[in-house]
Structures are given as structure tokens and as C-alpha cells.
């Protein structure tokens, strides 16, 4: 007779009397316990782990990922997972995904669901239309990682992006509108110069300056 009735998933006992119905089995309420703390689950959200029964706070304090950021559990169901080669995989909360540099957010709040993952390095559009970039294991906005990453004009301080036409010249790199003649201001048709006291003239300017020498 035993054989045929039910038996409890925490101590193997026949079950008489009420039931408690978790994880695909059946318990005595006195027996689903948290396999962490001992407290009773019957009336509390619980968690399985492995084929353990754990209270909230314990599944999550010992198996949830935990922010890169905060170093705290992440309980949301949204979060971001960053895959850097070098350095492994991060976690962050999503409201802690945010540019290393300045601080802004990468995404909007939001009251979707999953894990969003990022490999690698590089330049990233998601669904959200936020575009960031991943270098050494932390991600910038697109201005800090310009600003902090290109190199910049000698004149106007401003980053020369990749494709940018631009001149290497006098120990710097220069837009291409900012090196200019000393004497007309005006940009060089082609990266040829003449140097006098370090500065750059265009042959008329140049050929102007020997005239009034002689």
C-alpha cells in the first residue's frame, strides 16, 4: 500500500494530510525547507538550484551573477553580460551599464526581459539604436572613445575619426582645413610645404618671404 502513495521529496516519507506541490514533486509542508537557511517555503518565493529548493535571498546571494559594478547580486531579469576576450565575462545590472568615461547610460529604462550579451571588441548598434564600443574590458560612448582614443588636431584640439581627411605634419597629426599657410591661411592643395621657424608656407607665400630678404 505504501508503494502506491505519495512520498515526500525532502525525507522519502509517505504524505498524509495536506500536500505542498513545488519543482515537479510533492512535500510535506514541514519538509520544503531552503537548503540554505532551513526556512520553510510553503508560503515564500523559492528557487531550484540543482534539485534544491533555496528561499529568495539565499538562491540569489549564492547562484545569481553579480554586477561588474555594485558587486551585488542581480535580481533583475533584464541584465547585460560584456564577453571581453582578455579579460572573461562581466555582469552588470542594467542601470550600471554605463560609459566608463562620462557615465551616461547605454540604454533606456526598460521593462523587457533576458539577459542582453555583448562579445567582443568593437562598435555595437542594438535593438535599443545605442551604439558603444568595448575596449579593455570597459565600454564607452562613442564621444569618450573618440575624444579619449583618436588623435587630435594640433590647431583646433579637436579627434581626427578614422576616414577624416587629415595631414601629418610638424610632429602632429592636423584636419585637413586646419594646416594652413602661415601667410595666406589658406589649406595646402597638396601636402607639400616649404618650413620657415617651423611654421608652413605655400610656395607663393614662400617665394614672397625670399624677395623681401633680398
Known amino acids: 500500500m505504501r508503494g502506491n502513495g505519495l512520498s515526500c521529496a525532502g525525507c522519502a516519507g509517505p504524505i498524509i494530510g495536506r500536500i505542498v506541490s513545488a519543482m515537479g514533486q510533492r512535500w510535506h509542508p514541514g519538509c520544503f525547507r531552503c537548503s540554505a537557511c532551513n526556512e520553510l517555503l510553503e508560503h515564500v518565493s523559492s528557487f531550484d538550484h540543482e534539485g534544491k529548493p533555496y528561499c529568495h535571498l539565499d538562491y540569489h546571494e549564492n547562484f545569481a551573477p553579480r554586477c561588474y559594478h555594485c558587486k551585488t547580486a542581480i535580481?533583475?531579469?533584464?541584465?547585460?553580460?560584456?564577453?571581453?576576450?582578455?579579460?572573461?565575462?562581466?555582469?552588470?545590472?542594467?542601470?550600471?551599464?554605463?560609459?566608463?568615461?562620462?557615465?551616461?547610460?547605454?540604454?533606456?529604462?526598460?521593462?523587457?526581459?533576458?539577459?542582453l550579451t555583448v562579445t567582443g571588441d568593437g562598435e555595437f548598434d542594438l535593438d535599443d539604436d545605442v551604439g558603444f564600443t568595448v575596449y579593455k574590458g570597459h565600454p564607452y560612448c562613442e564621444a569618450c572613445h573618440v575624444r579619449l582614443r583618436m588623435p587630435k588636431c594640433k590647431h583646433c584640439k579637436k579627434s581626427i575619426r578614422d576616414g577624416m581627411r587629415a595631414v601629418e605634419a610638424l610632429g602632429g597629426k592636423w584636419c585637413w582645413e586646419c594646416f594652413v599657410c602661415e601667410g595666406c591661411k589658406k589649406p595646402f592643395d597638396d601636402p607639400s610645404f616649404f618650413l620657415r621657424e617651423n611654421k608652413p608656407f605655400c610656395e607663393p607665400c614662400f617665394s614672397l618671404i625670399l624677395r623681401n630678404e633680398v
Request: with cysteine; proline share 7%.
Open 75 to 115: 535580481i533583475d531579469e533584464r541584465f547585460i553580460t560584456l564577453d571581453d576576450e582578455a579579460l572573461g565575462k562581466r555582469t552588470y545590472h542594467e542601470q550600471h551599464f554605463f560609459c566608463a568615461e562620462c557615465g551616461d547610460p547605454f540604454l533606456p529604462p526598460s521593462s523587457g526581459s533576458g539577459g
